[in-house]
């Protein structure tokens, strides 16, 4: 019974943060991107420097009316929301945030495998919202983000691949475990790839051709309105929490304070993961949008072959200190 409760528990730990971190980001990139382009930005709801823009954004989306399009696959286009989203709701499971056993939702012994395998489900909500949606435009949309996904997937996991063999287990705890400092440098190539292509399978700028909102309105989900729309952008703004948060398991040492002092344990998993959210925003407001063709060729000429140089380095070393 005191398993079940402690399980229950920590599920329910994982819920609260999957609910309150992507508000916390969106609520951070509104300031963030005000601040960096010299305006004031909403600071009217909630009063103090308008704290509460964001759940006044949400009871909108809310109040507006669901509308399905007459020709559209009623179910498949309700369900392709949550199909986006849940995907990132199980990843945060499988995520330490501390040294202790209770600090993860579930031990996963192949976490690597899990938390990847499960994010490319998040694809099938995109490819379900534009076929659903019986509009060319969406249906083209939902193709553009599919390929990028699949142009953007060898790449992370290869520079996945790269940290698994340098700890020796495909276990999230495991790696952490055994991150030693000098991975840093040894594993740098390795961390940029992972994050560059994590942001392109977001959709996230300057990679968010496929969605381009002034452009081609928001691409596979051009036909969504309220709630579900909202939902579509909530799953944005998870996927930004568990991408960064992945990158601190993977290549920043998680709990790992500077010079191996780890007493302040899932403060600095925090921490870390919210320096790079920091980094997203930052990108978005600094870099212009990519064409479909420069996507494409950073993937291919660029990322891949980096990750597959970072594999032979991490062999190399590996076979020197042993």
């Known amino acids: 019974m005191n398993d079940a409760l402690d399980v229950a528990l920590r599920l329910l730990v994982v819920f609260a943060v999957f609910l309150v971190l992507p508000l916390v980001i969106g609520q951070t990139e509104h300031k963030v991107m005000a601040h960096m382009q010299g305006r004031l930005g909403p600071m009217y709801a909630g009063g103090f420097h308008g704290w509460a823009q964001l759940v006044a954004d949400g009871v909108k989306f809310a109040q507006k009316e669901d509308v399905v399009p007459k020709d559209a696959d009623r179910r498949i286009f309700q369900l392709a929301p949550a199909v986006a989203l849940l ?3 199980l990843v945060l499971v499988a995520i330490p945030i501390g040294p202790s056993e209770g600090a993860v939702g579930q031990l996963v012994d192949a976490g690597i495998f899990f938390v990847l395998a499960v994010m490319g489900v998040g694809v099938l909500g995109s490819l379900m919202a534009g076929w659903a949606s019986a509009n060319k435009f969406s249906l083209l949309g939902a193709l553009r983000t599919a390929a990028q996904l699949l142009a953007y997937e060898l790449p992370m996991l290869l520079a996945a ?3 698994a063999m340098a700890a020796g ?3 999230l705890p495991g790696i952490l475990n ?3 400092w000098w991975w840093l440098p040894w594993q740098i190539i390795g961390a940029l790839v992972f994050f560059v292509a994590g942001l392109a399978e977001l959709q996230r700028p300057p990679f968010d051709m496929p969605v381009a909102d002034s452009e081609i309105i928001f691409g596979a989900y051009t036909e969504y309105t309220g709630l579900r729309f909202a939902l579509f952008l909530l799953a944005e703004y998870a996927g930004i929490v568990v991408l960064c948060g992945l990158t601190t398991v993977l290549f920043l040492g998680g709990w790992h304070g500077p010079f191996g002092a780890d007493g302040l344990g899932w403060v600095w998993t925090l921490l870390k993961t919210a320096v790079l959210a920091f980094v997203v925003i930052w990108l978005r407001v600094t870099y212009p949008r990519l064409r479909e063709d420069q996507l494409q ?6 990322l891949v072959p980096l990750a597959l140089a970072q594999i032979a380095l991490t062999g190399i070393v590996k076979v ?3």
Do not use: D, M, R
Not at 297 to 302: E, H, I, R
């Open 87 to 89: 995907p990132y709701l």
């Open 161 to 163: 691949a790269s940290v």
């Open 169 to 171: 287990t495909v276990s």
């Open 178 to 180: 055994a991150f030693e």
């Open 297 to 302: 060729k950073l993937a291919w000429t660029a």
């Open 320 to 322: 020197a200190i042993q």
